[in-house]
């Protein structure tokens, strides 16, 4: 089962921009899907955005046209390009794989807060 850690997250001001890391233990070449999910206080996890193993990604309606999910497979690791953020976007981010070369495994969230 691969190991996910999340970075990246912090504060920000409304309009502002961060980058998330999510790095494996192993290749991520082989993993059906990876994703990043967001929990806000008193709220559901819910999908963010995620890329399957051919590429191709998805977004929430919430985010698309601000967020990109992208991977570096060299580097074993995917990154979520956050960009005009907004007070609603504050939450725990989370980094899942699933499928393909791992069973379904979780990282331990990082924290991104948009305030000004």
């Known amino acids: 089962q691969v190991q996910l850690v999340e970075s990246g997250g912090g504060l920000v001001q409304p309009g502002g921009s961060l980058r998330l890391s999510c790095a494996a233990s192993e290749s991520i070449f082989s993993i059906g899907f990876i994703g990043w999910y967001r929990q806000a206080p008193g709220k559901q996890r819910e999908l963010v955005a995620g890329?399957?193993?051919?590429?191709?990604?998805n977004y929430a309606n919430s985010v698309k046209g601000r967020f990109t999910i992208s991977r570096d497979i060299a580097e074993n690791t995917v990154y979520l390009q956050m960009n005009s953020l907004k007070p609603e976007d504050t939450a725990v981010y989370y980094c899942n794989a699933r499928g393909g070369s791992t069973r379904d495994s979780w990282g331990q969230g990082t924290q991104v807060t948009v305030s000004s």
């Open positions: 890329i399957i193993s051919d590429g191709r990604s």
